[in-house]
């Protein structure tokens, strides 16, 4: 019996778009203008000598720290003080209404539905656990983050390692059959599943590769306990032996 369902968001809630095309570029835009307004506030200040550290510049001035720090964004890099600048730069883009996080509506009705029958929601992503609050708190769809019970990013481990899955059920009590992993990567499927997790892949373009873990192109398609969101019934023991007597389809639970 499906007790939590821990969720990819990226590729998955929403678009893998609103990250690459809205996002990171909003950043990219305001970080040097954001630095140089409020470089001498607390918490931007020990970010800035973070960054000074993690390159071995002790000696860089606010304009050479700018320029690494657009390097780091360019080349993807996923430095913890970029990390939480960004943080800090979407979290003032959020509040002055230039974007919404994009979710989509699908995947919000469905949310709806499991907390409702008593299903715990937890979200794991790269992206930091204040990205992920942001992106729910202020979504198109409102503030969706009173669905969500709990958020993990990458301190708890990588997402394509078995060790994070096991870390995460840990702690949120649960048993690893009794959890539902959703996500677009099958990389980090396989690893869910290598730590004793039910999963689900979210194919939301045509096209996507696909691999031996069941796949729904919506929210409402992913079978929670052989019962779909839209109530209809799915027999996990029909569909083992279609998959027998197919000599192995895609399908599997
Ligand atoms: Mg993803």
Not at 63 to 73: D, K, S
Not at 76 to 95: H, N
Not at 132 to 161: C, I, M, N, V, W
Not at 178 to 190: K, P, Q, Y
Request: charged share 25%; hydrophobic share 40%; aromatic share 8%.
């Amino acid at each position: 019996m499906i007790r939590a369902i821990v969720t990819d968001i990226e590729g998955t809630t929403g678009s893998i778009a609103f990250v690459h095309e809205v996002l990171f570029p909003y950043a990219r835009r305001h970080l040097g203008a954001f630095l140089r307004r409020h470089h001498q506030q607390a918490e931007v200040a020990r970010q800035i000598e973070a960054t000074r550290e993690e390159a071995a510049e002790p000696e860089a001035d606010l304009e050479r720290l700018i320029a690494i720090l657009e390097g780091w964004i360019q080349e993807d890099r996923k430095a913890t003080p970029l990390k939480a600048l960004q943080g800090m730069v979407w979290e003032a883009g959020y509040q002055a209404g230039d974007f919404t996080g994009h979710v989509y509506p699908d995947a919000a009705e469905a949310l709806r539905h499991w907390q409702a029958a008593g299903i715990a929601l937890y979200v794991y992503s790269s992206g930091s656990v204040q990205a992920q609050r942001l992106l729910f708190g202020h979504s198109d769809l409102g503030d969706l983050t009173p669905l969500l019970a709990g958020y993990f990013d990458t301190t708890t481990g990588p997402k394509r390692e078995a060790d994070s899955y096991t870390r995460i059920v840990e702690a949120i009590s649960q048993a690893p059959e009794e959890v539902l992993f959703l996500s677009d990567v099958i990389a980090e499927l396989d690893a869910a599943r290598a730590a004793g997790l039910a999963t689900c892949q979210l194919v939301r373009e045509p096209g996507m590769v696909t691999g031996d873990h069941p796949v729904a192109t919506r929210f409402d398609e992913v079978s929670v306990d052989g019962m779909g969101v839209d109530g209809v019934s799915v027999d996990p023991s029909g569909l083992d032996e279609a998959r027998f007597e197919s000599g192995g389809s895609d399908v599997r639970r």
